[in-house]
């Protein structure tokens, strides 16, 4: 492949017109779906690299390909705009986009996206329509647009902006012979901006139509009028209807003081317990120290961040601890009672073997909790070498795997059922499987989704690397192939059918150091964004699962990167914002090419990242607030980083109050204004420990690593947490570890 992209280079050179399209064509039809570097850490489909190839090739070159293609792309185009067949112009877009028709087709192609309310899409498709969508320097056109002087004159910013050169690796096409073509793609632009409600993004994109297309005319709004007066009276009303929502109090579905223990759930075990007196007993010993004089201040103190991720739906939370699955009423924190299917537990049976007919006696219900396997009350441990003893079966025991995920009542989890083969008398040898998993909890725990991960290929057993990822009707999983250990591949399944729909391979990596949670995928319209870590971020086709771009980002060294989770990505105006788990930097990438755009490095602790009508809100070690086209720093909170306080966790958003947890409180903020909602929330015994905050509709739910607690309105049975107030000593989860003042 790389030797015929050489090669098309030198029959470029040479003129040889026919030669170097019939070899692109090749190519696109071999090798189009797979990955070529486009530029350092960047990486686009072999067919983006000819389509871009023959759009820059010279006017003889691109006179010589369009007498080839000029009647199919036609035929296309007029099935796509009569029949209004999406695929006929997808043809165009993709595999002829050096013809005549193809900024034609890309822009049909952006106006079905925006009228479907794909604004991802119909931005990637805009962009392809004419040069002047796209930025001079590969950049999005509204970040290159935020740089300029506002008060340049509208006729140079016009003559500028089209005598720009533009990289050779991005893929806009040859200016369209239609002039009208711009104009028709900066408003379909400026809409779309509206719609995603940046009315920032879209002015500038009204200011440069007014500089390219002054006088365009067209249908917008439901009638035939001139665009740009019309489009400035939609920004100006968009603007004015954001400054009176600003104006507005801080609305929170958490209403009422948020001043009680309502519950509190232990999770201590006895590793746990160990590691707290042991961290006792050190900063006891650092501060006889500090008295005596020995050393001049006591060492930062260690975090011991929670080791859970539990699932919440809106009554109950559900974690995996252990290898045992925990649910909770979220209410009042009482347990409660899961079904387990009963064909998960009746195969566990005692191979008495009957003399007359040699059947094996019945099944009875086999359950695994921590390291042994309960059969009918009775413990049997499984040996280390693996073996049990001759009259003694267990088949089915189940292991869970956190994390789990609780999507509209149904729980999803991985779970490992052992199985022994038998087939050597006197000796039978232990084997696992592991499955996928969801169970509907209010059909009494009725299986909808069993994935076998032996079952998936054929002679190949697949690994999940993680709880999967639900988005509507598609659940997606990480998992590795046993035949290729060091390959990355995500999976797209049906919730209702169990049905996969496409798999995809995203790289060759250390899968034991990628970092996958339900922030490693968003959906944008019609492309998923995979950050799974090991430094790669990809784009991939929801429907087909076929890559589109890839970008690699600098990964920070796992020893000196703060303890930290991955933050759901966000996707606005074309733009796809991201906090790694393994990167100490937010990045802005362009999601119609993987174009890096910005990086900020944040300062640690766990970034949350929340889109706001201006701006980007980093929740971290501190609250910084970033212009998402440039990535500056327009405010931050406390202003300085010696200022003594800092994060120390993961923050709670619900509608437009942030829950930050610091050292010894949890600080209330609008997300709008970053003013105070209501006074700190005092910690408590969990001071210094490091929490990670939940919002639910009875409270707040701090999760630490010795406990669970929800903060709510409603006062229990224990001493409430009073405003202002600390708690005792003896009712923090400190005591419960045997520790004392």
């Known amino acids: 492949m790389e030797r015929q992209l050489a090669q098309f280079e030198v029959v470029i050179e040479d003129q040889l017109w026919d030669e170097a399209i019939d070899l692109l064509e090749q190519l696109q039809l071999e090798h189009g779906a797979e990955l070529v570097e486009a530029e350092t850490d960047r990486y686009e489909t072999v067919g983006t690299r000819c389509q871009r190839a023959l759009c820059r090739l010279p006017p003889e070159g691109l006179q010589a390909y369009r007498r080839r293609t000029e009647s199919s792309a036609t035929r296309e185009m007029q099935r796509g705009v009569q029949r209004y067949d999406e695929a006929a112009l997808l043809r165009v877009a993709t595999e002829m986009l050096a013809s005549s028709k193809g900024a034609g087709a890309a822009l049909a192609l952006g106006e079905i996206a925006l009228s479907a309310g794909d604004f991802s899409a119909a931005r990637r498709w805009l962009t392809l329509a004419t040069p002047e969508a796209c930025g001079p320097y590969g950049e999005p056109l509204a970040v290159t647009l935020a740089t300029l002087d506002p008060q340049a004159d509208p006729t140079k910013l016009a003559a500028t902006w089209r005598n720009a050169p533009r990289p050779t690796t991005t893929a806009a096409p040859t200016r369209p012979d239609d002039d009208s073509v711009v104009g028709k793609a900066l408003t379909r632009l400026a809409v779309c901006s509206l719609h995603e409600g940046d009315t920032r993004r879209a002015a500038l994109e009204?200011?440069?139509?007014?500089?390219?297309?002054?006088?365009?005319?067209?249908?917008?709004?439901?009638?035939?009028?001139?665009?740009?007066?019309?489009?400035?009276?939609?920004?100006?009303?968009?603007?004015?209807?954001?400054?009176?929502?600003?104006?507005?109090?801080?609305?929170?579905?958490?209403?009422?003081?948020?001043?009680?223990?309502?519950?509190?759930?232990?999770?201590?075990?006895?590793?746990?317990?160990?590691?707290?007196?042991?961290?006792?007993?050190?900063?006891?010993?650092?501060?006889?120290?500090?008295?005596?004089?020995?050393?001049?201040?006591?060492?930062?103190?260690?975090?011991?961040?929670?080791?859970?991720?539990?699932?919440?739906?809106?009554?109950?939370?559900?974690?995996?601890?252990?290898?045992?699955?925990?649910?909770?009423?979220?209410?009042?924190?009482?347990?409660?009672?899961?079904?387990?299917?009963?064909?998960?537990?009746?195969?566990?049976?005692?191979?008495?073997?009957?003399?007359?007919?040699?059947?094996?006696?019945?099944?009875?219900?086999?359950?695994?909790?921590?390291?042994?396997?309960?059969?009918?009350?009775?413990?049997?441990?499984?040996?280390?070498?693996?073996?049990?003893?001759?009259?003694?079966?267990?088949?089915?025991?189940?292991?869970?795997?956190?994390?789990?995920?609780?999507?509209?009542?149904?729980?999803?989890c991985r779970l490992y059922r052992q199985v022994i083969d038998d087939s050597t008398p006197r000796r039978r040898l232990v084997t696992t499987r592991e499955f996928l998993v969801g169970l509907d909890l209010q059909r009494e725990s009725k299986v909808v989704l069993e994935l076998d991960g032996t079952a998936l290929e054929e002679g190949n057993a697949w690994t999940f690397l993680a709880a999967p990822i639900v988005q509507g009707d598609r659940l997606y999983t990480f998992s590795s192939p046993a035949s290729d250990r060091g390959s990355l591949w995500l999976g797209c399944f049906s919730r209702s059918t169990s049905q996969e729909i496409w798999r995809t391979r995203l790289g060759s990596c250390d899968v034991t150091g990628v970092s996958i949670s339900d922030g490693s995928l968003v959906a944008a319209g019609d492309t998923l964004f995979v950050v799974p870590g090991g430094g790669g971020v990809v784009a991939l086709s929801h429907q087909t699962g076929k890559i589109r771009w890839a970008s690699n980002y600098a990964t920070s060294n796992s020893s000196t990167l703060p303890r930290q989770a991955p933050s759901t990505p966000i996707v606005r105006g074309g733009m796809l914002f991201l906090a790694p788990a393994d990167a100490a930097d937010v990045y802005a990438f362009d999601t119609s090419t993987g174009q890096p755009v910005w990086c900020w490095p944040h300062t640690g602790g766990t970034p949350l990242l929340i889109p706001t009508q201006e701006a980007l809100l980093v929740a971290g070690e501190r609250l910084a607030w970033l212009d998402p086209l440039t990535g500056h720093e327009l405010r931050s909170w406390p202003a300085s980083r010696h200022a003594g306080l800092r994060g120390h966790g993961r923050a709670a958003v619900t509608a437009d109050e942030l829950f930050w947890p610091a050292r010894n409180e949890i600080h209330c903020v609008s997300i709008r204004t970053g003013t105070p909602t209501r006074p700190p929330i005092p910690l408590g015994g969990f001071g210094g420990e490091g929490v990670d905050l939940y919002a639910t509709p009875h409270g707040l739910l701090v999760l630490s690593s010795t406990a669970m607690v929800l903060i709510g309105t409603e006062p229990a049975e224990k001493e409430p947490l009073l405003s202002g107030e600390r708690l005792k000593l003896s009712d923090s989860p400190l005591a419960s570890a045997g520790l004392r003042p």
């Open 206 to 412: 009204l200011r440069l139509l007014e500089a390219l297309s002054p006088n365009i005319a067209g249908r917008l709004a439901g009638r035939e009028q001139p665009i740009v007066p019309a489009l400035r009276s939609m920004v100006r009303e968009a603007q004015a209807a954001n400054d009176a929502d600003n104006d507005l109090p801080a609305d929170s579905e958490l209403v009422g003081p948020l001043n009680h223990w309502s519950w509190r759930i232990s999770l201590l075990d006895a590793s746990a317990r160990n590691q707290l007196q042991a961290r006792a007993q050190q900063q006891q010993r650092l501060r006889h120290m500090q008295q005596l004089a020995i050393i001049g201040q006591i060492p930062a103190e260690q975090l011991f961040p929670p080791r859970l991720s539990p699932a919440l739906s809106a009554e109950q939370v559900v974690w995996v601890d252990g290898g045992r699955l925990h649910a909770h009423n979220l209410q009042d924190g009482k347990p409660l009672a899961m079904k387990i299917p009963e064909e998960w537990t009746n195969t566990a049976n005692d191979l008495a073997n009957n003399p007359a007919d040699g059947r094996r006696g019945q099944a009875r219900p086999a359950f695994r909790f921590g390291g042994g396997i309960v059969i009918n009350g009775a413990g049997i441990q499984v040996r280390n070498n693996g073996f049990v003893t001759p009259r003694t079966t267990v088949t089915g025991a189940i292991s869970w795997k956190g994390p789990a995920v609780l999507i509209d009542n149904t729980l999803y």
